[in-house]
């Protein structure tokens, strides 16, 4: 008879583990509390929009950025079928520009891909050139920076770099205000769950890296984003292949405690409307955001499973989207724009010239042609309008807010495109939930990367023989909180789930991160040097 494998949570990671047990024979059932699968990558319809028969408008929790070093997550869309004949993978279209915009200043555009023709050879040059006000030198020392993570070894980027902040390493305190601003917070920002402030060097540069090789030939991809709503073109058909392969689905089933005897796990508990009940299995799966997780980590679970005994000392940051519903489209650039001088630190997809083969008047009344989705990542802020950081205004107020700041940014010149007369509606991300009296909550906040954390986070092997962890604060090679490290980590708790289970089945594949070939003999001079206890050579002397 096949194990029986319980799957908590399912959103990416949860998901991921079903796909990979669900192919290997396993009998799955994935426990997920809300009403929908996707987790924070699930598109949010918006309540009561569609009129006439139409569909309601497409909303998101926050828009979907796939860089080119991802492999895990694309490897199982491409592993789950789409369309006739299709896959889910097939639904990611690439990206070629990143618009850094700033305020009262000319904005810049970055080609994002190796140039491949001569309009992209055009921008890169002008790239080039384009002063962002940062002194040379302080370039060169930036630039230096990346190129000591670059060579240097896996141990000292775990022993050395992992302890420091981003901030501390690229020397930003005694740096330019232009420097702090661009090559500081604007780089890193632009990517989830990162801030150079307090996220460590190893990862923050290591992430840094993987994307910049990723213009480094033409057959490379720096940025890829989804050809339609997510989950219409990515998280319901995997739904639905799944269901296919067995994998049953309890939609609205909340664990609310996980029970052992010290050595397994003996049951969990679960609630849903029909009331509370105990779910047995052979296997369990937590595939829970790490806010839920600390929660249920009882002092009976901390004593027979250790490595999750310091989940709470791991911090979480808000990251929630808006999107903008246009009676006009505005393409504003082909891929990411980064709103450098935004104090709520925002950065924006417009969705529709991705959208290849949606027809926009099927939603809402009709009259909506583009979408501009914004993340907001910085809720502490005071903004420019009401002076007050996100969390402590109205829905109405971060509008207001955010519109406002874009407009600092793309209307510099007294026109551009954003324009009051095209606003149809906004939608705020419904985890924003605002009590009265009292300032803001958010039910989905995000994993942020900070210095010295890796010794919290747990490997998805607990010591409870029966209990793996898969989720995006979970060790894997990705080592930020995103959807690739959701996927790697299920992949991670599958293949000690079938050692555990003494399967012969192929274990789920892993990609380490890539380290180009020409800096190997660069890093293994490093590696002397680490053991020898002197420091980089770019940093000695
Ligand atoms: C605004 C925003 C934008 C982002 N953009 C990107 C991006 O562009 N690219 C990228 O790679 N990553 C992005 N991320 C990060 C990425 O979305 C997450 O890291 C990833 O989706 C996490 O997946 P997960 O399965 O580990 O967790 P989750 O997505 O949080 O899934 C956990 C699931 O468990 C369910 N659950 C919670 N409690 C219980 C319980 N007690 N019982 C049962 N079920 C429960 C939840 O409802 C959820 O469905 C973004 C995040 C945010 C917030």
């Avoid at 606003?423 to 009296?437: C, R, W």
């Avoid at 003494?502 to 890539?514: K, R, T």
């Amino acid at each position: 008879m096949a194990h029986a494998v319980a799957v908590f949570g399912g959103g990416v990671a949860g998901l991921s583990a079903a796909h990979e047990l669900a192919e290997r024979g396993f009998a799955v059932d994935v426990y997920e509390s809300r009403a929908v699968p996707g987790g924070k990558a699930r598109s949010i319809p918006v309540a009561h929009s569609g009129e006439g028969g139409r569909l309601p408008l497409p909303g998101e929790h926050g828009f979907r950025f796939f860089p080119g070093f991802y492999k895990h997550v694309t490897d199982t869309m491409r592993r789950t079928p789409y369309g006739a004949g299709g896959n889910t993978f097939d639904n990611l279209q690439a990206a070629t520009r990143i618009l850094l915009a700033r305020a009262e200043q000319a904005e810049i555009t970055w080609v994002a891909r190796c140039p491949r023709t001569l309009e992209d050879l055009r921008v890169f040059l002008g790239e080039l050139f384009t002063p962002i006000g940062v002194p040379l030198e302080e370039v060169t020392y930036f630039v230096n920076c990346l190129l000591r993570v670059a060579t240097s070894c896996a141990e000292r980027r775990l022993g050395e770099y992992e302890d420091i902040a981003w901030w501390d390493f690229i020397a930003a305190p005694r740096m330019s205000k232009a420097y702090q601003l661009y090559l500081g917070q604007g780089l890193t920002r632009s990517l989830v769950a990162m801030r150079a402030e307090e996220s460590s060097t190893r990862t923050v540069g290591c992430t840094q890296l993987q994307l910049l090789y990723g213009l480094m030939g033409p057959d490379r991809v720096f940025d890829r984003l989804l050809s339609g709503p997510t989950s219409d073109v990515w998280i319901a058909p995997w739904v639905e292949y799944l269901e296919k392969l067995g994998v049953r689905f309890h939609l609205g089933c909340k664990l609310a405690a996980i029970g052992t005897d010290g050595v397994r796990v003996t049951g969990a508990t679960v609630e849903e409307a029909a009331g509370s009940s105990v779910v047995t299995a052979d296997y369990y799966v937590a595939a829970l955001p790490v806010e839920v997780m600390t929660a249920l980590v009882t002092d009976d679970l901390k004593r027979a499973a250790p490595s999750l005994a310091n989940l709470e000392k791991l911090k979480t940051r808000w990251m929630n989207g808006i999107q903008f519903y246009l009676s006009e489209d505005e393409p504003i650039v082909n891929g990411h724009a980064i709103y450098l001088d935004s104090p709520w630190a925002l950065t924006s997809i417009s969705q529709h010239q991705f959208w290849t083969d949606v027809d926009m008047a099927r939603y809402g009344d009709g009259r909506v042609r583009g979408i501009l989705s914004v993340d907001i990542s910085d809720w502490e802020a005071p903004g420019v309008v009401f002076g007050k950081p996100a969390r402590e205004c109205s829905a109405e107020e971060i509008k207001q807010e955010v519109w406002t700041q874009l407009k600092q940014h793309l209307n510099d010149s007294g026109r551009g495109p954003i324009n009051d007369a095209s606003l149809v509606s906004y939608f705020l991300d419904p985890d924003i939930a605002f009590p009265n009296p009292g300032t803001a909550t958010n039910a989905e906040p995000l994993l942020i990367n900070t210095a010295g954390s890796l010794q919290y986070r747990p490997e998805a092997q607990v010591k409870l023989e029966n209990l793996f962890v898969a989720s995006d604060y979970v060790r894997t090679y990705t080592d930020i909180a995103c959807m690739e490290a959701a996927n790697e980590a299920a992949r991670r708790a599958v293949n000690c789930l079938l050692a555990a289970a003494g399967s012969n089945a192929a274990p789920a594949q892993l990609w380490p991160l890539e380290e180009p070939v020409f800096l190997k003999p660069l890093q293994e001079i490093d590696r002397i040097r680490y053991t020898l206890g002197l420091a980089h050579q770019l940093a000695a002397g």
